[in-house]
């Protein structure tokens, strides 16, 4: 079974710009999770969504959006970077249990 | 809210075993995940324990203790490849549906 995929893995861009990640679960995964990591400060919680719907949300400003497809793709749109914006982008997907999350490799974003 | 703690780094000595602890102060607490990320690489799900006691996984076990809000993973015959972050990660319940959220890591160095 292939496992979850992230595009692109890197990206550069500049502050004010905006960009959309990108994030294919696992084959018969519902729910897709994304998380933000920095150095210091683990995995931080972005928002969950299950059959196309926002099921969570993390503490994040509302530059920071997300959504679902029907054949459970997801994407992660971050508006007018910001400089604290560079980070590790991790997706992750689960099926029926929640505590057993398979992660993507990431998309490493670098915000000049 | 969700908090947890545990510590941001351990050195050990190969062949030895290592405790890594995490506490926790979450409303709705369902149980307690391990996951382990090396640098570059993507977490991967260890261990989870939703009862109090012990979960043995070969090299690797898990604690948890409810009444006392507090968990840990052991790893025993360290091997210099387990060098490597370690997170615990509370699952919850709230807003009707479950929710994982992530400790900082503790970051594991094995020593020769």
């Known amino acids: 079974k292939a496992g979850v995929t992230q595009t692109p893995r890197y990206l550069i861009k500049t502050r004010g710009q905006q960009v959309t990640l990108s994030c294919s679960p696992i084959?018969?995964?519902?729910?897709v999770s994304w998380y933000q990591q920095t150095p210091g400060q683990g995995l931080q919680f972005l928002f969950e969504?299950?059959?196309?719907?926002?099921?969570n949300k993390g503490n994040f400003p509302g530059r920071f959006s997300g959504r679902q497809f029907s054949n459970s793709r997801s994407e992660m749109n971050v508006s007018t970077l910001e400089l604290g914006d560079s980070a590790l982008y991790l997706c992750?997907?689960?099926?029926?249990?929640?505590?057993?999350?398979?992660f993507g490799p990431g998309t490493r974003l670098t915000v000049t | 809210g969700q908090s947890l703690e545990q510590p941001s780094e351990v050195t050990a000595v190969e062949g030895a075993i290592v405790q890594i602890n995490c506490t926790y102060q979450?409303?709705?607490?369902?149980?307690l995940s391990w996951y382990q990320q090396h640098d570059g690489g993507a977490p991967t799900f260890l261990s989870y324990?939703?009862?109090?006691g012990l979960e043995e996984t070969g090299r690797f076990s898990s604690f948890l203790s409810r009444s006392d809000s507090y968990g840990y993973l052991l790893l025993q015959e360290l091997q210099m490849k387990d060098s490597a972050s370690y997170f615990c990660?509370?699952?919850?319940?709230?807003?009707?549906?479950?929710?994982?959220?992530f400790g900082k890591g503790t970051k594991l160095s094995v020593i020769p």
């Open positions: 992750a997907s689960a099926g029926t249990s929640t505590y057993e999350q398979y």
């Open positions: 084959s018969g995964h519902r729910s």
């Open positions: 969504y299950f059959s196309e719907t926002q099921r």
């Open positions: 979450t409303s709705g607490f369902y149980g």
């Open positions: 324990n939703a009862l109090d």
């Open positions: 990660a509370v699952l919850y319940s709230g807003a009707g549906s479950y929710q994982l959220t």
